[in-house]
Antibody, heavy 122, light 107 residues
């Protein structure tokens, strides 16, 4: 069965960096686009970033102003989110998610990890 | 960016009731709307994609429809386990924006 397991969250000071990982299993990782979605405490869902199946295409939320970078290692079946210059407003649970299908467009988020909490605080 | 506006923000209904949640897109998005259910402390779960296609394993009491730029999630007969927050999302173009959520409670 499809499994996505995030790790790398924790408490970090403003201005510091953090790298999240998402280990995938139960499907052909290299065939699917992958996403990061975050949820601030008590708030709604916010899409963060997308990487295509081969990693050649990526897209990020404009408001992140280039601070976050999505990437993947298909050989290791792992998705990453490099987060730099962290701010208090980046505090959230970060979920990785897999697209529904290998073809067609992006954004139908069929499988989700359990999330990892990032808390930015001094 | 495409804005997705959900209504109502919360509602309370009884077991067996028919429940409808609406979502309006700020521009034409064809049928690229998806619906998710999120229970407390859990990851979201995809219920419906492409406006009206039921994800595998989702009960048939859930359905989706559209009229222009307005999209609707309907629960035909509310069950106790449907207590959750529901989100719409557009997958027409990046950023793949979500609605603000509708909190559904059981009376």
């Amino acid at each position: 069965q499809v499994q996505l397991v995030e790790s790398g969250g924790g408490v970090v000071q403003p201005g510091r960096s953090l790298r999240l990982s998402c280990a995938a299993s139960g499907f052909t990782f290299s065939a699917y686009a992958m996403h990061w979605v975050r949820q601030a405490p008590g708030k709604g869902l916010e899409w963060v970033a997308l990487t295509s199946d081969d990693g050649r295409l990526s897209n990020h939320l404009d408001s992140l102003q280039g601070r976050f970078t999505i990437s993947r290692d298909n050989a290791k079946k792992t998705l990453f989110l490099q987060m730099n210059s962290l701010r208090a407003e980046d505090t959230a649970v970060y979920y990785c998610a897999r697209d529904l299908a290998t073809t067609g467009g992006f954004g139908e988020l069929a499988f989700w990890g359990q999330g990892t909490l990032v808390a930015v605080s001094s | 960016d495409i804005q997705m506006t959900q209504s109502p923000s919360s509602l309370s209904a009884s077991v067996g009731d028919r429940v409808t949640i609406a979502c309006r897109a700020s521009q034409t998005i064809d049928s690229y709307v998806n619906w998710y259910q999120q229970k407390p402390g859990k990851a979201p779960k995809l219920l419906i994609y492409a406006t009206s296609t039921l994800q595998s394993g989702v009960p048939s009491r859930f359905s989706g429809s559209e009229s222009g730029t307005e999209f609707t999630l309907t629960i035909s007969s509310l069950q106790p386990e449907d207590c959750a927050i529901y989100y719409c999302q557009q997958s027409y173009s990046s950023p793949y924006t979500f609605g603000q959520g509708t909190k559904l409670e059981i009376k």
